[in-house]
């Protein structure tokens, strides 16, 4: 597979399906790919199911995907914070579902989709709302829940550089889910702040191999800071 490097982030995107499963990377605001939303805005999908910890901040990013009305569901380990306020009015208005999984489920649930592995038995959730539904069994000596791989269409993630092989290296917070869920997708869109020539990056510092990802495009790193914070 080779890696195309697009002009544009809206080049980087073309093609996504309504209906799609959309993998979005980031912690709130760290490591997520605002550039990339953007473009997915402007390409007009819609009925989207949104995989990302957060269900988004202010008014940006995953919260503008929200409010352009593109999103049907949101599958996240933490919907509400102080400045989720999009999300929390479309939620309450019964106009986007929800799914929460907890946060360790929710990445290992895209590492199984990614190593092919069927399914797999974790503890956390047992007993909770959150098994209701779910296939559950004692394994030594201890509840465990069944879950099963989450895999997208599509997943949009941030790093920091590339090379022209697709080869990722992360910025400290900014790495969060990015890695987990290049190996889950169809297809992988990365913006990156620089794209170097293949051999510029050390091999030891390469977090994501150029052989998942499918589009890189060059964007501005943004600095944002989460309303309310402290």
């Known amino acids: 597979m080779t ?3 697009a002009a544009t982030t809206d080049e980087a995107v073309a093609g996504v399906a309504d ?8 912690f709130g605001l760290a490591g997520m790919p605002f550039d990339l939303i953007d473009a997915l805005i402007r390409q007009g999908a819609g009925d989207l199911t949104i995989v990302s910890n957060n269900a988004g901040n202010g008014d940006v990013g995953l919260a503008a995907l929200l409010g352009a009305g593109r999103v049907r569901k949101v599958i996240c380990s933490f919907p509400r914070q102080s400045d989720s306020h999009v999300f929390d009015a479309l939620y309450r208005a019964g106009r986007v ?3 929460v999984v907890p946060q360790g489920t929710l990445a290992e649930r895209m590492r199984a989709a990614g190593a092919g592995i069927g399914a797999f038995y974790s503890p956390v959730g047992a007993g909770t709302p959150l098994a209701e539904g779910k296939e559950t069994r004692e394994i030594d000596g201890r509840a465990h829940v069944l879950e099963f791989p ?37 297809t992988v869109v990365a913006q990156v702040t620089e794209i170097v020539t293949a051999g510029g990056i050390d091999p030891e510092t390469v977090v994501t191999p150029g052989i998942y990802v499918d589009r890189l495009v060059r964007a501005d790193a943004r600095r944002l800071t989460v309303e309310g914070a402290r």
């Open 3 to 5: 890696t195309t490097i």
């Open 150 to 186: 989450l895999k997208g269409d599509l997943a949009l993630i941030a790093a920091h550089r590339a090379d022209t092989a697709g080869n990722l290296v992360y910025r400290r917070t900014a790495r969060n889910f990015g890695p987990v869920m290049a190996t889950a997708a169809r």
């Open 19 to 26: 209906g799609a499963t959309v993998l979005v990377g980031g």
């Open 97 to 99: 579902e929800l799914e």
